[in-house]
Nanobody
Framework: QVQLVESGGGLVQPGGSLRLSCAAS????????MGWYRQAPGKQRELVAD???????NYADSVKGRFTISRDNAKNTVHLQMNDLKTEDTAVYYC??????????????WGQGTQVTVSS
């Protein structure tokens, strides 16, 4: 009913930039928030950045000043501009959307993940 599709991952050298995009489609009543999580091998999934419906944002301390999250509400799309990438940013990045599909309850939905590798 709800699908999130990510794009924009790849291989980049330290100090480089990538821009991730995620588009949500399907039975969306209203979006509470959209954001990005990442998971490195052997580690738990962690929040990178998110943006709520009021425009408020949250960033992991490790990415503040380097990453910028933005949303295009008309297209149900979220972007993550990643600058000054570091080796420790290497992970699979997952798009997340917390949304209502009806007026009764909300759920979290996840994209399939896109690999970001930062290596020299």
């Amino acid at each position: 009913q709800v699908q999130l599709v990510e794009s924009g991952g790849g291989l980049v050298q330290p100090g480089g930039s990538l821009r991730l995009s995620c588009a949500a489609s399907g039975s969306i009543f209203t979006i509470i928030s959209m954001g990005w999580y990442r998971q490195a091998p052997g580690k738990q999934r962690e929040l990178v950045a998110d943006k709520n419906s009021g425009g408020g944002t949250n960033y992991a301390d490790s990415v503040k000043g380097r990453f910028t999250i933005s949303r295009d509400n008309a297209k149900n799309t979220v972007h993550l501009q990643m600058n000054d990438l570091k080796t420790e940013d290497t992970a699979v990045y997952y798009c997340n959307a917390r949304l209502y599909t009806n007026t009764r309850s909300w759920d979290d939905y996840w994209g399939q993940g896109t690999q970001v590798t930062v290596s020299s």
